[in-house]
């Protein structure tokens, strides 16, 4: 748990929560049929940057995952113009390289050797 790089954490959580809160801001302008349904999934997002900060492991997990996803949307999304999708594959990917630099920051976890 020493040694580990907690501006990273900081850094992940601060640009997660800026990329969503800018996909909000574009879906409540843009006035998209599935905005009412989009923005509470991204506000879902928030608490996750807040706990990571606070150093949870499951935030940091959950965090990871939402990258991910994204990350994958942007791949899979050809309605969106390749510059939109650039950019979020490029912020998400950021995210998830801050995550893994600050991965250290938390406990391992080891088995035991259970005795039959």
């Known amino acids: ?42 506000a879902a997002k928030f608490p996750f940057c807040v706990l990571v900060v ?25 309605s969106t113009p390749l510059p939109l999708r650039l950019v979020e594959l490029a912020v998400a990917g950021t995210v998830v390289g801050l995550l893994a630099a600050a991965s250290s920051l938390f406990p391992t976890v080891r088995l035991t050797p259970h005795d039959s």
Not at 1 to 25: C, F, H, Q
Not at 54 to 78: H, K, Q
Request: aromatic share 6%.
């Open 1 to 42: 748990m020493n040694g580990g790089r907690p501006w990273a954490l900081i850094a992940a959580a601060v640009l997660a929560a800026l990329e969503a809160a800018t996909i909000i801001a574009v879906l409540a302008v843009r006035g998209r049929s599935a905005a009412p349904l989009l923005i509470p999934m991204m």
């Open 54 to 78: 606070r150093r949870s492991p499951t935030a940091w997990f959950g965090l990871l995952l939402w990258e991910i996803a994204g990350m994958l949307a942007a791949v899979t999304a050809p």
